[in-house]
């Protein structure tokens, strides 16, 4: 509930976080700081909770003062509210949850979020846009660190519950190093969300262990399955800024396959029909055995549902630079590319597969139903084998 008492713990306990100052409501020495500052260097957060649109990373000067404004002087975020502003990190972030009985943390596999509303990481910071577990972030050493942090927060306040830790993988230095965003006292979400997914065990008994304050670790009481799971969220394209005034329907769910589940969060059911007012509207979760077909799944499926006013919004990158990276996929990816334009996406495509940046992948073929198709071009340029098949006189079916 506060990100000033957060950074306190932290300091009282070394744990590595970002530098900091707090500022009370005064207006004049925060535009003073943020006029005399580098913008990529820090970030503003208000301290207390805010749906997760209290984090703001501007990329001017002015934006951070309307920020401010919209905070001290639009109190656009209630009248209230302290701030944090912190040195910016860069790096890679894991979210790392554990039950915690009050003398000791047991966690939870590595999971990651995604909190940029856009793909490739831009745009604003949401409440979460997918998440994907098990990540393999920090390493063996690290996680044992971070146990130790988070052990050390548990026993100093007597803590049962969920303790999470938003944590930054700094890639500053030759060593790597992590460092804490923030601690929560609650599950993070959406990783919860594919997280539940991996648990075996039976959840209730966990939580009836740490609420007795009763040790877990020699009961066999946490077991996770081998599975990956990933889930991505259907929000409306307003989202994060504003919410319908009137709900509107949401179509296709009937058309899911049973390879995806649904979670529901802004829907009501009303007539029959599915109905939202916008905002994160529902999350698409997939499990299974390999983390290629999770995403693959999700991606195959969540384009059926579509909602009456045609704004649907997803991002389209949930897992992909984990897959790329972890090699995930063990199956070797062909790919076949129908285009009747230029092809313009398809380049970066081409150049990926060559330099292999996506790694055991192969571009069988490029089909065109346009003989005169700059994609056709694109593929001679590129050596793959290219075909015009002529369209005319087909309906869409054929
Ligand atoms: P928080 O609510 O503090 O976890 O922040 C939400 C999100 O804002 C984090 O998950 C990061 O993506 C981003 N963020 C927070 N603090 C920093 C920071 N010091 N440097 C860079 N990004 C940050
Ligand atoms: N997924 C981020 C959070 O729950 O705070």
């Not at 209230?80 to 596999?109: A, K, T």
């Not at 972030?137 to 026993?155: A, C, G, R, S, W």
């Not at 929560?184 to 304050?213: A, K, W």
Request: hydrophobic share 35%; with cysteine; glycine share 6%.
């Amino acid at each position: 509930g506060s990100k000033i008492f957060s950074k306190s713990i932290m300091d009282k306990f070394n744990i590595p976080t970002s530098e900091y100052i707090v500022f009370k409501k005064n207006y004049n020495t925060v535009c003073n700081y943020i006029e005399n500052s580098h913008i990529d260097k820090y970030v503003i957060k208000l301290s207390g909770l805010a749906s997760g649109k209290g984090v703001f990373l501007p990329n001017t000067n002015n934006e951070a003062i309307k920020i401010i404004n919209d905070i001290y002087v639009n109190h656009s975020y209630g009248s209230n509210q302290d701030i944090i502003i912190e040195e910016r990190l860069y790096g890679e972030e894991v979210s790392v949850m554990g039950f915690c009985n009050g003398n000791e943390i047991f966690l939870l596999p590595q999971s990651q979020d995604y909190k940029r509303l856009h793909d490739n990481n831009n745009g604003s910071n949401t409440g979460g846009m997918g998440s994907y577990a098990p990540a393999h972030i920090l390493n063996t050493t690290e996680l044992q660190e971070l146990k130790h942090y988070m052990d050390l927060i548990v026993k100093d306040l007597n803590y049962v519950g969920i303790l999470y830790a938003g944590v930054m993988r700094t890639n500053t230095s030759k060593n790597s190093q992590f460092k804490l965003l923030e601690f929560n006292c609650r599950f993070g979400d959406p990783e919860t969300q594919v997280l539940m997914n991996l648990l075996e065990s039976d959840l209730y008994e966990i939580i009836n262990r740490c609420y007795y304050r009763l040790d877990i670790k020699n009961h066999d009481i946490i077991k996770w399955n081998k599975k990956y799971v990933s889930n991505v969220i259907l929000s409306h394209i307003y989202y994060p800024a504003r919410k319908l005034q009137n709900p509107i329907e949401i179509m296709g769910i009937n058309k899911l396959d049973s390879s995806v589940k649904i979670y529901f969060a802004n829907v009501i059911v009303d007539d029959r029909k599915y109905k939202t007012t916008g905002g994160r509207i529902l999350s698409v979760v997939s499990i299974s055995d390999n983390f290629f077909m999770s995403l693959n799944n999700i991606y195959n499926n969540i384009n059926k549902l579509e909602l009456e006013d045609n704004n649907r919004y997803y991002r389209m990158d949930i897992g992909y630079e984990y897959l790329l990276k972890e090699n995930n996929c063990n199956k070797k990816i062909k790919i076949a590319i129908l285009g009747s334009t230029n092809g313009t996406s398809t380049e970066l495509l081409l150049e990926s597969v060559k330099n292999e940046k996506i790694k055991n992948a192969t571009i069988e073929i490029i089909i065109s139903n346009n003989c005169n198709a700059g994609i056709l071009d694109k593929a001679k340029k590129y050596n793959v084998n290219n075909m015009f098949i002529s369209s005319h006189g087909l309906r869409k079916k054929e």
